[in-house]
């Protein structure tokens, strides 16, 4: 059974820092890439950020270039998301994604994340 545990969203001033965690159980972490997505609301879910499954290459959205690092630790079967200089349009749900080579496909729950004065 996959189940993802996100964390680390809440509410943060404009100029803060979030760190959130996407906690992954029930398929093969360690061979799947993992993918950051955000839903603001009335808009569509963007990508955020990306990593592959070794962790050896990542990718970022131009929005986020700078300031969001994503990372994972695969013996903890956990992605990762540094998010510094937030800005009130980072405010949005989070998710995790895994996806993998035979098609796997996997979502988390979302995490919001509030950036506001």
């Known amino acids: 059974q996959v189940q993802f545990v996100e964390s680390g969203g809440g509410l943060v001033q404009p100029g803060g820092s979030l760190r959130l965690s996407c906690a992954a159980s029930?398929?093969?972490?360690?061979?799947?890439?993992m993918t950051w997505y955000r839903q603001a609301p009335g808009k569509e879910r963007e990508f955020v950020a990306a990593i592959t499954s070794a962790g050896g290459i990542t990718n970022y959205a131009d929005s986020v270039k700078g300031r969001f690092t994503i990372s994972r630790d695969n013996a903890k079967r956990t992605v990762y998301l540094q998010m510094n200089s937030l800005k009130p349009e980072d405010t949005a749900v989070y998710y995790c994604r895994a996806t993998q080579w035979n098609g796997g496909d996997y979502w988390g729950q979302g995490t919001q994340v509030t950036v506001s004065s």
């Open positions: 029930g398929f093969t972490f360690s061979s799947s890439a």
